[in-house]
């Protein structure tokens, strides 16, 4: 994940919610994720891992240092325009024969305080 800069500065970590939008990937039904990133150094280890293959919509609020909870807005990389909620779709890893490949690309978001 990208954050804006004032994000970071701010942050004491980002709280995402996937809402499930269909079944995971071998047909079983899933619930509603809440999960938090703790930002630390070095950012690129920022983000979320181990979460169950599925389509979700992915909703982000920044957890701030001082304890106010602020929503952000979301972007995908390909996109320039921040919404409140994003689809989170999985594609499959273009990396083949690697021990450290999960098998799917990482799903990667920019975020940004709401206007």
């Given at each position: ?40 150094y ?6 979320l ?67």
């Amino acid at each position: 994940m990208w954050l804006d800069d004032t994000v970071r500065e701010r942050a004491r970590a980002i709280e995402f919610t996937l809402t499930p939008s269909g079944p995971l990937f071998d047909g079983t039904r899933s619930q509603v994720l809440v999960r938090e990133a703790v930002l630390g150094y070095p950012a690129s280890e920022d983000g979320l891992k181990d979460l169950p293959l599925g389509t979700y919509s992915l909703r982000a609020v920044m957890l701030g240092k001082d304890g106010r909870r602020t929503p952000l807005g979301i972007a995908t990389v390909s996109e320039n325009t921040f919404q409140a909620n994003v689809p989170l779709v999985w594609s499959p890893s273009r990396v083949c024969g690697s021990g450290t490949s999960s098998g799917v690309d990482p799903f990667l978001v920019r975020l940004e305080p709401l206007r």
